[in-house]
């Protein structure tokens, strides 16, 4: 089973966990909400709905625990 880098729930939808990804084009870690699709630039304004955004990032991976672990968001971890 996949341990995703999750730091939360979702305050937009309060049932999805929000997954720090990786945009496919561009490279920029951002928070999704793997149920809403809502999105934050990083995981402090993930704690904030007026910081939501949608559809500003494309194509994206969601990243794995392992691949933070010398990132300054792995102390974000759940």
Do not use: N
């Amino acid at each position: 089973m996949t341990e995703y880098a999750t730091i939360g729930t979702c305050l937009v939808c309060s049932q999805g966990r929000l997954i720090i990804s990786r945009d496919d084009e561009s490279g920029i870690l951002y928070v999704l909400c793997e149920e809403c699709e809502s999105e934050w630039t990083c995981p402090e304004d993930s704690q904030d709905l007026d910081a939501a955004t949608q559809a500003k990032h494309g194509r994206s991976t969601l990243l794995e625990r392992g691949e933070l672990e010398m990132h300054p968001w792995k102390a974000f971890l759940w």
